[in-house]
């Protein structure tokens, strides 16, 4: 008999070697997709309401079980408890509670209207449970996008396989005992563990959907693959978000907010605060202000602590490569060190980093950083700040600033994003109603709200008729047809078309 590989786990913040994880062997796939299936048809039976009991089961275990899972967050990351608790373990109990309140009627069969032109005919839409549901996750919040994903696949009547990042194992392997302590059936919720060529397996076996969170390069491949069997895909992938501070923003809030938008979980957010546009009337005061809001920030690992370390080392030359061709094309530190000053030796902790003097062509204004640094650069108009925020192969998150609300509104309108929040950052995100997902390269769908349930179905649109006529209309013998179907059609619409405006004419 083969022996598993073992991944060994450290610990991020302190460098100590925290445990090992057995990698699932990739002969064993096959086997959990065949376990998978037939646990899907039988859960599919159940009802919403049924499935629900075991959502609400794995809720008690969380919370009976929090400060573990806490604990296990933090070691597994670096990240600090406060972040643990209301970024990873919060959003995976609003989750359940958004499933509790609406998933019932969101999947409920529901009546459509039928056109005239159908008399006698019903129409409605029911949701069908797609079968196996495999959710590749990531590092930076390893439990909640995970979780939440999973979540909402099972409750709309699939199975699971979960394949966490090789990079947080341990959090993978305490969401593998959350689920096993809720006792779902067996086969239902299962988890690979592993790294890229467990992931590519997976991909390769042919699930019925695939929900991935992670990097762009990595989401590519995985369309890919997925294309061969026409799998369809949910991709949450990275982002280079812009925030905006106008002239007349609130600018002690702004800074606060940016200064928690650039460096919450040491910048290892999707979402994260990358590129801050401020207007050049107010440039200097709000670099000033973001500048002493950052230099209160504690680093450690202490519960008061405000920043934890990085997670995953391989981020961290990419940080430093696109720092380093900043600072030689003429960009300045307003706080933090320069990269070679970093001091690595007793856990992975980066120096939050504000940089002026960037422009647009940086990679530190175009790559994902994924890391504590913020780049500020001023503009002069709106519609400059449009045009540098929009000059991104992302389209994730956007926020901006200012206590002119129709201004606000009116810029976000002209942003090309999948989500914005105005006068605060990243929150559109934990708001269980909206969905989320981002445009260009940032990804495709939409999790969250009931699309984000209803994407775990076929969507089955049904018309019925009471089978009593002989016949219909448009039914062979077409002889004779041509004229009444030709009155009828002028009958319904010709008396509409007279009353449509001209295009030609000009809008009052
Ligand atoms: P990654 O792409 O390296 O890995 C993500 C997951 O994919 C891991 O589980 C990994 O093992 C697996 N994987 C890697 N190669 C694979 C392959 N060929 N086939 C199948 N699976 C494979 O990403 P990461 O470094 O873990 O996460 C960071 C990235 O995730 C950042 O770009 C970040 O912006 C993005 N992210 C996006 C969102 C979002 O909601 N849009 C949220 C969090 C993170």
């Given at each position: 008999m083969s022996r598993n590989q073992s991944m060994t786990?450290?610990?991020?913040?302190?460098?100590?070697?925290a445990d090992h994880i057995d990698e699932t062997p990739i002969y064993h796939i096959s086997n959990m997709y065949e376990l998978s299936q037939a646990a899907s048809l039988k859960w599919r039976e159940q009802s919403v309401?049924?499935?629900?009991?075991?959502?609400?089961?794995?809720?008690?275990?969380?919370?009976?079980?929090?400060?573990?899972?806490?604990?296990?967050?933090?070691?597994?990351?670096?990240?600090?408890?406060?972040?643990?608790?209301?970024?990873?373990?919060?959003?995976?109990?609003?989750?359940?509670?958004?499933?509790?309140?609406?998933?019932?009627?969101t999947l409920a069969t529901h009546r459509v209207h039928t056109p005239v032109t159908f008399f006698g005919k019903k129409s409605y839409i029911e949701y069908m449970a797609r079968g196996t549901v495999?959710?590749?996750?990531?590092?930076?919040?390893?439990?909640?996008?995970?979780?939440?994903?999973?979540?909402?696949?099972?409750?709309?009547?699939?199975?699971?396989?979960?394949?966490?990042?090789?990079?947080t194992p341990l959090v993978g392997k305490c969401i593998e005992e959350l689920f096993e302590q809720a006792k779902f059936p067996k086969g239902l919720v299962q988890v690979a563990h592993g790294g890229k060529e467990v992931g590519a397996a997976l991909t390769r076996g042919k699930p019925d959907y695939i929900f991935f969170t992670g990097s762009v390069a990595t989401g590519k491949k995985i369309q890919e693959e997925a294309a061969k069997e026409l799998i369809p895909v949910t991709l949450e992938l990275g982002g280079k978000d812009p925030i905006i501070v106008c002239g007349d923003a609130n600018l002690d809030r702004a800074a606060k907010g940016a200064a928690w938008g650039a460096f919450t979980n040491s910048g290892q957010v999707c979402m994260s605060s990358e590129r801050i546009y401020v207007e050049q009337s107010v440039y200097d005061e709000f670099i000033e202000k973001f500048k002493n809001e950052t230099l209160k920030l504690k680093q450690g690992t202490d519960t008061d602590d405000d920043m934890g370390s990085m997670t995953?080392?391989?981020?961290?030359?990419?940080?430093?490569?696109?720092?380093?061709?900043a600072l030689a094309g003429g960009a300045r530190l307003i706080t933090g060190i320069k990269p070679h000053e970093w001091d690595l030796s007793e856990g992975l902790f980066l120096p939050p980093?504000?940089?002026?003097?960037?422009?647009?062509?940086?990679?530190?204004?175009?790559?994902?950083?994924?890391?504590?640094?913020?780049?500020?650069?001023?503009?002069?108009?709106d519609e400059e700040a449009i045009e540098l925020a929009n000059d991104s192969i992302y389209g994730l998150n956007a926020s901006v600033w200012s206590k002119d609300i129709k201004k606000a509104k009116r810029i976000v309108s002209k942003l090309v994003t999948g989500n914005a929040v105005i006068n605060d950052v990243m929150i559109s995100a934990a708001n269980q109603h909206l969905p989320f997902g981002g445009v260009k390269q940032s990804g495709m769908g939409k999790y969250h709200g009931k699309q984000g349930l209803r994407v775990f179905c076929h969507e089955k649109s049904v018309m019925l008729d009471n089978g009593k006529k002989k016949s219909e209309l448009q039914w062979y013998p077409y002889h004779n047809k041509y004229p009444k179907i030709r009155a009828f059609l002028k009958r319904m619409f010709w008396k509409k078309i007279s009353k449509l405006a001209d295009p030609h004419k000009t809008e009052k």
């Open positions: 786990v450290l610990n991020p913040a302190t460098l100590n070697v309401k049924k499935r629900l009991t075991y959502i609400q089961e794995l809720k008690k275990i969380m919370m009976a079980r929090l400060d573990d899972v806490v604990e296990v967050l933090s070691a597994d990351t670096g990240k600090v408890k406060v972040e643990a608790v209301t970024a990873d373990v919060l959003p995976v109990l609003d989750a359940i509670s958004f499933l509790e309140k609406h998933a019932a009627k495999l959710v590749i996750s990531p590092w930076n919040y390893p439990l909640q996008l995970a979780m939440v994903p999973m979540m909402n696949a099972l409750i709309a009547g699939n199975a699971v396989i979960l394949k966490p990042s090789e990079v995953f080392p391989g981020q961290i030359d990419i940080i430093k490569g696109q720092l380093e061709e980093t504000i940089v002026v003097g960037v422009h647009q062509k940086m990679k530190l204004m175009q790559e994902e950083t994924f890391g504590p640094v913020a780049a500020v650069m001023p503009f002069q108009t």
